[in-house]
Nanobody, 123 residues
Framework: QVQLVESGGGLVQAGGSLRLSCAAS????????MGWFRQAPGKEREFVAA???????YYADSVKGRFTISRDNAKNTMYLQMNSLKPEEKAVYYC?????????????????WGQGTQVTVSS
């Protein structure tokens, strides 16, 4: 069964940190781009970060310098280290696999999605 499962979400105070994990099973992981997106109530799903097949990373301007995306192909796992979190970043965070080796920024380029993990940032 194809699965992407996020974990690591929770409640954190503004300025705090969380590390999200995305474990993949039942699909090819190592040769495809992987990404993190987030969606707040009433908002469109937003690109956060992505990593291509070789480990090159890309970030939304809003998270540069604070978030770090990485992948461990041996473990079929992707991570998102989030530092200096802001209240407006409260959202459900999703991991996804792209349909190419590229680190796609458009959600429409991802076919497989996890169920999401809630991140709440208090002010």
């Amino acid at each position: 069964q194809v699965q992407l499962v996020e974990s690591g979400g929770g409640l954190v105070q503004a300025g705090g940190s969380l590390r999200l994990s995305c474990a993949a099973s039942g699909l090819v992981f190592s040769i495809y781009g992987m990404g993190w997106f987030r969606q707040a109530p009433g908002k469109e799903r937003e690109f956060v970060a992505a990593v291509n097949w070789s480990g090159t990373t890309y970030y939304a301007d809003s998270v540069k310098g604070r978030f770090t995306i990485s992948r461990d192909n041996a473990k079929n796992t992707m991570y998102l280290q989030m530092n200096s979190l802001k209240p407006e970043e409260k959202a459900v965070y999703y991991c996804a696999r792209a349909e190419t080796i590229r680190a796609a920024r458009n959600a429409e380029e991802y076919k497989y999605w996890g169920q999401g993990t809630q991140v709440t940032v208090s002010s």
